[in-house]
């Protein structure tokens, strides 16, 4: 009895594999040799029974040439586009969490609740006490939004900021681009163009405001009547409070003990003990947030309001120390920015941060508050409540994507040439025209590596 199969083998060119491997037999295997590129088969020879199910089991080796193969980069910055237009109103926003993750987050807690109806929160902050490894995270936090305050604040003297009249559109530059993309009022009577005016800090990013939370834990919401009764800051402030930033003007109970869960409802036991006893754990000393950078640029006011009002770039007129100064600005201003961002996005990954899920309203707390005031699509149906989501860090710290300009004295963008324009958020692109590096995260987004064709090329442009 022979056995069920035989290895034989077979070398070949790679173009012939599908035409040579139909003229070979089972019992007679021929071979080939020709050119460099080789390729050795080694298949079977199935016995007879085998033979019907039509199988052939081969492999592949290559003896001397390697195929060439698209080698994985590790970087830290992935690929990123234009960021899409702004959604439709009527739309909701993407849950940053699925659904389906949600149902079942929220079926586990209410099996917990009934196996064991009061007990200890362990984790903070849901106990109500801080995350002692982010309070430092949270002053520094809050200490990067003071210094970007104060950079933006001479940057944009130095550096002009366009805003539309009739919408939010920004652009960095002297003269504003031509793209038709304006969506204000009336703006179908000028063609979706936008009409400029100079603008500000406040046109650069947005930190839209939230309610202040004396308890976190203990009273979570705020309610419709009180909506005059309780301060509003920004929601970037009020997420470093809550996570461990002390400020005078705005108090908050800390906590020494966790709280108690009873059949879904706090319970807070903790003897209630005046504020100036209470003992800040994992409190630091306050802060000066705001640094006196007004030595970082000599004369900065009445110099280039002359250029910008000439409409000279003020990189010309200025001299060589007050280039540099303007430089190392931009430079601490950029990473101002990015320490911020990071810091409040780690801080959002313990604290919750909810946000509404057709208006621009954001709540930092575990629940959103009960204000009847949402304006925006559908809140007929929510009797003017808002619909809480998941906030992502867009939210809370709005980036104002502008268009990426070359050159800020060079002419308008076209609206026919705007697929081959980048983007960039407003506080970068001020930054990198005032002698800031561009950032890696950022480069694939404002497409440096595309040559826009000229105004007189739009023709030729297919």
């Known amino acids: 009895m022979k056995n069920a199969y035989s290895k034989k083998s077979w070398t070949g060119t790679l173009p012939g594999i599908s035409s040579l491997l139909r003229r070979c037999s089972a019992t007679s295997i021929s071979q080939y040799t020709s050119g460099d590129m080789r390729a050795t088969f080694i298949f079977?020879?199935?016995?007879?029974?085998?033979?019907?199910?039509?199988?052939?089991?081969?492999?592949?080796?290559?003896?001397?040439?390697?195929?060439?193969?698209?080698?994985?980069?590790?970087?830290?910055?992935?690929?990123?586009?234009?960021?899409?237009?702004?959604?439709?109103?009527?739309?909701?926003k993407p849950y940053v969490t699925p659904m389906k993750v949600l149902i079942a987050r929220a079926k586990a807690e209410r099996e917990a609740r009934k196996a064991q109806p009061c007990r200890v929160l362990e984790e903070p902050p849901d106990n109500g006490l801080l995350v002692p490894e982010l309070v430092e995270v949270a002053h520094r936090v809050y200490r990067a939004r003071?210094?970007?305050?104060?950079?933006?604040?001479?940057l944009v003297r130095a550096i002009p900021v366009l805003r539309c009249e009739l919408c939010n559109e920004v652009h960095i530059g002297y003269v504003g681009h031509e793209i038709r993309t304006c969506t204000g009022p009336k703006s179908?009577?000028?063609?979706?163009?936008?009409?400029?005016?100079?603008?500000?800090?406040?046109d650069v990013f947005r930190f839209p405001k939230c309610f202040h939370l004396y308890d976190r834990v203990g009273k979570p919401r705020v309610g419709h009547d009180e909506r005059f009764s309780v301060p509003r800051i920004p929601a970037i402030v009020e997420l470093c409070i809550q996570a461990g930033l002390d400020l005078e003007k705005y108090p908050t109970k800390r906590r020494t003990k966790p709280v108690y869960c009873i059949e879904g409802r706090i319970a807070?036991?903790?003897?209630?003990?005046?504020?100036?006893?209470?003992?800040?754990?994992?409190?630091?000393?306050?802060?000066?947030?705001?640094?006196?950078?007004?030595?970082?640029?000599?004369?900065?006011?009445?110099?280039?309001?002359?250029?910008?009002?000439?409409k000279i770039s003020h990189m010309e007129q200025l001299s060589d120390e007050e280039r540099n100064k303007l430089r190392d600005l931009s430079k601490h201003t950029l990473d101002s920015w990015f320490e911020m961002t990071s810091g409040a996005k780690k801080i959002m990954e313990k604290y919750f941060v909810n946000a509404c899920g057709y208006c621009p309203e954001v709540q930092v707390g575990p629940k959103g508050h009960k204000l009847r005031m949402c304006k925006a699509s559908k809140h007929q149906s929510r009797n003017g409540l808002h619909a809480w989501q998941e906030a992502t860090l867009d939210d809370i710290v709005s980036?104002?994507?502008?268009?990426?300009?070359?050159?800020?004295?060079?002419?308008?963008?076209?609206?026919?040439?705007?697929?081959?324009?980048?983007?960039?958020?407003?506080?970068v692109e001020l930054c990198v025209h005032a002698g800031a590096p561009i950032p890696d995260q950022?480069?694939?987004?404002?497409?440096?590596?595309?040559?826009?064709?000229?105004?007189?090329?739009?023709?030729?442009?297919?």
């Open 268 to 310: 807070d036991f903790e003897s209630v003990v005046e504020d100036n006893e209470i003992e800040g754990k994992y409190s630091f000393e306050n802060v000066d947030p705001l640094m006196d950078s007004s030595s970082m640029l000599m004369k900065p006011v009445e110099k280039i309001q002359n250029l910008v009002e000439n």
């Open 188 to 202: 179908w009577l000028q063609n979706a163009t936008h009409v400029w005016r100079r603008g500000g800090v406040r």
């Open 442 to 462: 950022y480069r694939s987004m404002m497409r440096l590596d595309v040559v826009s064709p000229g105004r007189d090329e739009v023709d030729l442009v297919a």
């Open 44 to 92: 079977s020879q199935l016995s007879p029974l085998n033979r019907q199910s039509h199988r052939l089991n081969f492999s592949l080796s290559f003896a001397s040439v390697t195929w060439p193969v698209k080698e994985e980069h590790d970087d830290e910055f992935p690929y990123s586009d234009v960021p899409n237009p702004s959604r439709i109103n009527s739309e909701r």
């Open 146 to 154: 003071g210094y970007l305050l104060s950079g933006l604040g001479q």
């Open 399 to 427: 980036p104002n994507y502008v268009w990426h300009v070359e050159d800020l004295n060079g002419p308008a963008l076209s609206n026919n040439l705007k697929r081959y324009y980048g983007k960039a958020p407003a506080v």
